[in-house]
């Protein structure tokens, strides 16, 4: 179909991408579809949806946004979907005992902003409509979203959770000046497979020592370790030196063998 003469190019922003964990209705996944292309989102990414897919109900609500639901990425497990994003944020509104930034819509939006035009790839997740995600989930990310709701009504519909956050980046897209955002085009970000693979080397490594003690409290404690390096937003380079630093230290001091490593 063309455009009417002196119409303004649509606007497709490839990042940052929507991820949902876990979605329940195809409804609701066809909702968050269409207000996405509403404010100029594309990349769409499901984890585990619970219905069928396709879905036929999703592609009834989205009316017209049938080019996000049919470039939507699915995966069965979550590393998957954020394996090559450099930057997550958890959209959540229950408090979470972890240490993390807390940023409201705006605030998120400014920041991805700065972040795309920096060329990292930014993602937001949303969970399921029943619970949201689930805290190891949330501790996957970088940053967490929250939104001004009424604090004895905080429940969200899932597309209106995405609009809100899609009308703030569509608001932050206008605005002419982008905030600083570091940048080392000669030592990208690590994306989150790289990160996933340190933070695997490292707890397997800490294991085998016996540092998780009690075992009970060994979800909090990786939790913990995690959001330490999260924080300082690890290079490639840096992600590779830490894993050859876990490696050397179980190696040099008469630990195992190379070979089984």
Same mark, same amino acid.
């Given at each position: 179909m063309t455009r009417a003469p002196n119409m303004p190019p649509p606007i497709e922003d490839a990042w940052p991408a929507i991820c949902l964990v876990r979605p329940q209705m195809g409804e609701n996944i066809g909702a968050v579809a269409r207000v996405m292309l509403n404010f100029g989102l594309v990349s769409l990414r499901l984890v585990a949806p619970r219905d069928r *897919?396709?879905?036929p109900k999703a592609e009834i609500v989205a009316?017209?946004?049938?080019?996000?639901?049919?470039?939507?990425?699915? &995966?069965w497990r979550l590393e998957d979907a954020l394996a090559d994003a450099t930057l997550v944020v958890a959209a959540t509104a229950?408090?979470?005992?972890?240490?993390?930034?807390?940023w409201g819509a705006r605030e998120t939006a400014a920041k991805l902003k700065a972040a795309t035009a920096a060329g990292e790839r930014p993602l937001v997740m949303f969970g399921p409509e029943?619970?949201?995600? &689930?805290?190891?989930?949330?501790?996957?990310?970088?940053?967490?979203?929250?939104?001004?709701v009424n604090p004895g009504f905080a429940s969200l519909n899932l597309a209106n959770a995405v609009a809100a956050f899609a009308y703030a980046y569509a608001e932050a897209r206008q605005e002419?000046?982008?905030?600083? *955002?570091?940048?080392?085009?000669e030592n990208p970000p690590a994306t989150q497979e790289e990160l996933e693979a340190m933070f695997l080397h490292? &707890?397997? &490594?800490?294991?085998?020592g016996r540092f998780f003690h009690p075992l009970d409290?060994?979800?909090l404690m990786k939790r913990n370790l995690r959001s330490i390096f999260l924080r300082a937003r690890l290079t490639q380079q840096e992600a590779q030196t830490m894993r050859g630093v876990i490696k050397a230290l179980t190696i040099g001091r008469g630990g195992r063998k190379k070979d089984d490593l």
């Open positions: *897919w396709p879905n009316v017209g946004a049938n080019t996000v639901l049919k470039g939507a990425k699915v &995966e229950r408090p979470r005992e972890l240490e993390k930034p807390v029943a619970s949201g995600m &689930e805290t190891d989930e949330v501790a996957k990310a970088d940053a967490i979203l929250t939104l001004p002419r000046d982008t905030p600083s *955002w570091f940048r080392d085009s490292l &707890e397997r &490594e800490l294991e085998h409290k060994a979800p």
